[in-house]
């Protein structure tokens, strides 16, 4: 089981900010590295994505010039930024990986998940 440990939900209200972050020390093989989220009764989505190697990203449209995913490579962390929160983003965000190679950044098909961290918005 490779081990990928979110950190930085919580609750906050609408307009504000959340900082995720997924520690992935150690895994080196695993090149892309993606947010994804679920709320009760929908199906798990895509947030964001980035190629470790290169910082190339993809976001999904319902976050774009809102959220941003980085390369902490000091801590060997992925963030994700969180601003101007809605209350439809409340979700438990998960961190994914995988070794896409050259088809990284994407938001599908990844293999290795982290146990999640809740995300709460209130309007």
């Known amino acids: 089981q490779v081990p990928l440990v979110e950190s930085g939900g919580g609750s906050v209200q609408a307009g504000g900010s959340l900082r995720l972050s997924c520690a992935v020390s150690?895994?080196?093989?695993?090149?892309?590295v993606g947010w994804f989220r679920q709320a009760p009764g929908k199906e798990r989505e895509g947030v964001a994505s980035i190629s470790r190697a290169s910082g190339r990203t993809t976001y999904a449209d319902s976050v774009k010039g809102r959220f941003t995913i980085s390369r902490d490579n000091a801590k060997n962390a992925i963030v994700l930024q969180m601003n101007s929160l809605k209350p439809e983003d409340t979700a438990m965000y998960y961190c994914?990986?995988?070794?896409?190679?050259?088809?990284?950044?994407?938001?599908?098909?990844?293999?290795?998940w982290g146990q999640g961290t809740q995300v709460t918005v209130s309007s």
């Open positions: 150690g895994l080196f093989s695993l090149n892309c």
């Open positions: 994914a990986a995988a070794d896409f190679k050259s088809t990284c950044p994407r938001l599908s098909g990844f293999g290795h």
